[in-house]
């Protein structure tokens, strides 16, 4: 299977994911997106448009850290995004995977924000 046809399928899934859930004011959408290297992880409001919170193994509390894009680095960012949100002022938000199974470093993330009493 050519790379074309992999990003082809992935942006197949992502849409009919997002087809289904969408995040609100009182129940954002929390959007992971892994690359090679880091993790970006994002709180939205689909209504508003808007980012919420948002946190990546880039930031200046996590720089320090060195996280990677391995499930330690996952769940260590899973704990302080739930943290962040949790603080933001929300307890139930919806997850969406973007196009990835959950597996690995996205069910890590997910299980560390779950552990942050989110409910989703």
Partial sequence: ???????????????????????????PRICAH??????????IDDVAGKTLVNL??????LRDENLTANTAGATRL???????VKEAGY??????RNGRRYHGTVKAFA????????KF
Avoid at 56 to 61: A, D, F, I, R, V
Avoid at 78 to 84: I, S, T
């Fill in 1 to 27: 299977m050519n790379l074309i046809k992999k990003r082809i399928l992935r942006q197949k899934r992502v849409w009919r994911i997002r087809k289904k859930i969408q995040g609100t004011a009182e129940r």
């Fill in 34 to 43: 892994f690359s090679n290297k880091h993790i970006y992880a994002q709180a």
């Fill in 56 to 61: 990546s193994t880039l930031s200046k509390e």
């Fill in 78 to 84: 899973g704990e302080l995004f739930g943290a962040k």
């Fill in 91 to 96: 307890s139930e938000v919806v997850f969406d």
């Fill in 111 to 118: 299980e560390a924000v779950r552990k942050a009493e989110l």
